[in-house]
């Protein structure tokens, strides 16, 4: 896993791996509309730091899981406390788009 990885965790690379095999989850991208049109992880839906709180009505189930993501992992940071906070009880912070190796949707201008 190398010394980053051991301090830590998982990447988003290894996170999306999961959310791939995890039945039913859901990628959260949480950064604002204009980012994720520019450019987002294909599959993941957009729910806006801003109004997090949708997720009760867009995603009412609270075991849903949930893999959460932004540019760099502080927004996503603050989406998985709130999530936690709102009864989400399976939620990861994948941390941010940045390192992230796969493949990118792309807006149109």
């Known amino acids: 896993m190398g010394l980053f990885g051991s301090l ?7 996170h999306m791996e999961e959310a791939r095999a995890t039945e ?9 509309p204009e980012e994720f049109y ?4 294909e599959g993941a839906q957009s729910f806006p730091l801003a ?4 997720v009760l009505t867009r995603i009412p ?3 849903t899981p949930l893999f959460v993501y932004c ?4 927004r996503s940071a603050q989406a998985c406390r709130v999530l936690d906070q709102l009864g989400y009880s ?5 941390g941010g788009i940045t390192r992230w190796s796969g493949a ?6």
């Open 61 to 63: 189930r609270r075991d």
């Open 90 to 94: 399976a939620v990861t912070d994948m």
């Open 8 to 14: 830590f965790g998982k990447g988003i690379d290894a």
């Open 24 to 32: 039913g989850a859901v990628v959260l991208d949480v950064r604002t």
């Open 104 to 109: 990118i949707v792309q807006g149109r201008k």
């Open 71 to 74: 540019l760099s992992g502080a």
């Open 51 to 54: 109004g997090i709180q949708s």
């Open 38 to 41: 520019e450019r987002h992880i």
